[in-house]
Nanobody
Framework: VQVVESGGDLVQAGGSLRLSCVVSGLSGSKMAAWYRQAPGKEREQVAGISSADYTNYADAVKGRFTISRDSAKNSVFLQMNSLKPEDTGRYYC???????????WGRGTQVAVSS
């Protein structure tokens, strides 16, 4: 199983980015989540999407970030708008099967937001 993130970049505060996560080697129902880790901080979940497409968001990103998927392309996306310097960090995609301990991570993509 491979999980590959892309789309990270350096942007100014107020800007937007769209992160992509492509999953290969894993078929069937999946749950997905985006996590981020800022320097010196623990990794935190920012958004999740269930196998039934229910979504949830961390309070810090509600109203600004949107998680979505394209099942036909085995892809998960994170649209990030109104970016703030505190959104800076490495963003990771996590893929899990429902009712299973199977969990797969990518290597992450770097997001930097300048003030």
């Amino acid at each position: 199983v491979q999980v590959v993130e892309s789309g990270g970049d350096l942007v100014q505060a107020g800007g937007s980015l769209r992160l992509s996560c492509v999953v290969s080697g894993l078929s069937g129902s999946k749950m997905a989540a985006w996590y981020r880790q800022a320097p010196g901080k623990e990794r935190e979940q920012v958004a999740g999407i269930s196998s039934a497409d229910y979504t949830n968001y961390a309070d810090a990103v509600k109203g600004r970030f949107t998680i979505s998927r394209d099942s036909a392309k085995n892809s998960v996306f994170l649209q990030m708008n109104s970016l703030k310097p505190e959104d800076t960090g490495r963003y990771y995609c996590n893929i899990r099967r429902p009712y299973s301990t199977e969990s797969y991570w990518g290597r992450g993509t770097q997001v930097a937001v300048s003030s």
